[in-house]
């Protein structure tokens, strides 16, 4: 795959001290997943429980997102041209007028799984983000509680907005600076090595699965697996209905069930992931 140069951006550094804190609980996830690589409702509020235990995640789930809310209309891809598509992890502490924590997504016309480090920005001119994130709002933050709120989660606001790729470029390296302060592990400190989530639509059938009935919108949360690696920071995707509410069913149900199939590291995980 050809490397891309990575262009003068202005990348934010700023003063992480005081953000590093201990960890919460983080109880290793036995990911459940159906015959489509669906995983299910349990598995999914486990992950996102996981994202909140960590401090300083659990504060910017709090205060600025857990997750936002996709048109489908932008997932829906033409599959002879592209591959999937490439979420990127933005963290922006600078710019008012947009979210502190948000994914941004465009489509890509191939995906090197054996360079996974080949990908060093986006690269389109432009990608798109939520309107606004989803901030999580429950006192509690156990499977239960986590479970109960995803559950309850309605918004039929599905409105997204152009995102410059310069931008998206300084964002996800702010990101990774985040990312690798986070404390876990003194012996493994990057939590997510690479800024990005990549969902396959062609050689993998849990994507065209998810979309196959073409639902009013899409929404991510975060979640963290543990034994993810190098990305233990994880993309959950579940289907909306035309009333603002998580589908948490398959196919039957109307829905595509709920997915985390991205890379790294490979969906349904290396072999230091439970299942």
Not at 177 to 198: G, H, L, M, R, V
Request: glycine share 8%; net charge positive; charged share 25%.
């Amino acid at each position: 795959m050809r490397k891309l140069k990575f262009p003068a951006v202005a990348v934010i550094f700023i003063s992480w001290a005081g953000l590093t804190q201990s960890i919460g609980q983080i109880r290793n996830a036995k990911v459940e997943r159906d015959r489509s690589g669906a995983i299910s409702l349990d598995s999914a509020s486990h992950l996102i429980s996981n994202f909140l235990s960590i401090p300083v995640l659990n504060n910017i789930g709090k205060k600025y997102a857990v997750g936002g809310t996709i048109d489908t209309k932008y997932l829906l891809l033409d599959t002879p041209k592209y591959s999937g598509i490439l979420f990127w992890y933005c963290f922006n502490l600078k710019d008012s007028n947009l979210p502190k924590l948000f994914l941004s997504w465009e489509p890509i016309t191939q995906y090197s799984k054996t360079d996974i480090a080949g990908i060093l920005q986006p690269t389109g001119g432009t990608l798109l983000r939520p309107n606004k994130t989803i901030i999580y709002t429950e006192n509690g933050i156990d499977k239960k509680t986590v479970k109960k709120f995803v559950s309850d989660n309605a918004d039929t606001d599905k409105t997204n907005r152009i995102v410059s790729t310069d931008t998206v470029s300084g964002y996800k390296e702010s990101f990774k600076a985040f990312a690798e302060i986070i404390e876990t592990n003194p012996k493994d400190i990057s939590q997510c090595k690479y800024p990005y989530s990549y969902f396959d639509y062609k050689e993998n059938k849990v994507m065209r699965n998810f979309l196959k009935n073409n639902p009013y919108a899409v929404r991510y949360y975060f979640g963290y697996d543990s034994a993810a690696k190098p990305n233990k920071i994880r993309v959950i995707l579940m289907t909306v209905d035309s009333k603002g509410a998580n589908i948490l069913g398959g196919i039957k149900d109307g829905g595509g069930g709920i997915v985390e199939t991205s890379w790294p590291p490979p969906p349904g995980g290396t072999g230091t992931r439970k299942h």
